[in-house]
């Protein structure tokens, strides 16, 4: 199978002792192309992913600040932001959006932080990387407000809404990634969503380091279990799981406008 990895946090701690290898076993395991999420540890690393999308040919790398950080943003880190998505590897801008589950940074700081970043990405052309919890309402109402008009699109990253809201972001121009809860026995509203995303529009990802698929479930996740999800999501779709793989990766890179670099891995067993 030809994999792709759409969102995964590769510049995390829980990665700092095996990180090559853990890279080596994502090729391993079929992994064409991996896109690095620049959120960091908050604002004071901006650039978390550069490295790595600077480093190997198949990373590409996206910049922002998550809604966990709104709180400490500020004029400057948005501004640095501004220069940081002119990079060549910079392909999206992400993850951003709102989290009411855990409430770290205020509402309205949320709200407002969310605006700031859409309307900077909106600049930049970039698509954006969505981060929603609990705020379904309230995000939908602002990508519909701010982010649909300028017809770039998105990805609505480790989907876990209702099949409505699978078709609001479909309407609003988004791709829609399911991650490694959508194997779990009891997320089968997950799997009723993915049913619901025509097949030219969804993509797959780790969320790495977290959300381990179901053989692995509370280990530590990693790019190379992008092969799980594939696997669930392609007997969802009564796909072969090597037709649906290359479905979602060719999604991913025409999506972003990417070319196939000639050395990807071609297949595994």
């Known amino acids: 199978m030809e ?5 995964a946090h590769i510049d995390f701690p829980q990665f700092a002792d095996d990180r090559e290898a853990m890279l080596d076993r994502a090729r391993a395991a079929g992994v064409s192309a991996l896109l690095a999420i620049g959120t960091g540890p908050g604002p004071e690393k901006l650039d978390s992913a550069l490295p790595f999308a600077d480093r190997y040919d198949w990373i590409y790398a996206s910049i922002g600040i998550h809604p966990h950080e709104a709180k400490q943003a500020t004029p400057q880190h ?11 590897k ?3 801008w992400g993850e951003i959006g709102l989290d009411y589950f855990y409430d770290h940074s205020p509402r309205d700081v949320q709200h407002r ?9 909106r600049d930049a052309k970039l698509p954006i990387i969505i981060h929603c919890r609990d705020a379904w309402a309230d995000c ?13 699109g998105g990805i609505l990253h480790c ?30 509203h997950i799997r009723d969503a ?6 030219d529009r969804i993509l797959i990802e780790t969320d790495s380091p977290f959300l381990a698929p179901q053989p692995y479930r509370g ?29 979602t990766a060719a999604n991913f890179r025409s999506f972003f406008q990417l070319v196939r670099p000639p050395d990807s891995p071609a297949s595994i067993s």
């Open 159 to 188: 989907f876990t809404g209702t099949v409505g809201e699978v078709r609001r972001g479909l309407d609003a121009g988004f791709m829609i990634s399911f991650a490694g809860n959508s194997t779990y026995p009891k997320t089968q």
């Open 219 to 247: 280990k530590r996740n990693e790019p190379a279990y992008i092969a799980e999800v594939a696997r669930t999501l392609a007997n969802v779709r009564n796909l072969l799981p090597e037709e649906f793989a290359a479905t």
């Open 78 to 88: 948005l501004e640095e932001l501004s220069i940081l998505a002119k990079h060549p």
């Open 140 to 152: 939908l109402a602002l990508i519909d407000e701010v982010w649909r008009p300028t017809g770039i």
């Open 90 to 92: 910079v392909i999206a």
């Open 3 to 7: 994999l792709v990895d759409s969102h």
């Open 113 to 121: 932080v969310f605006r700031d970043q859409m309307a900077l990405a």
């Open 194 to 199: 993915a049913k619901e995303v025509p097949l």
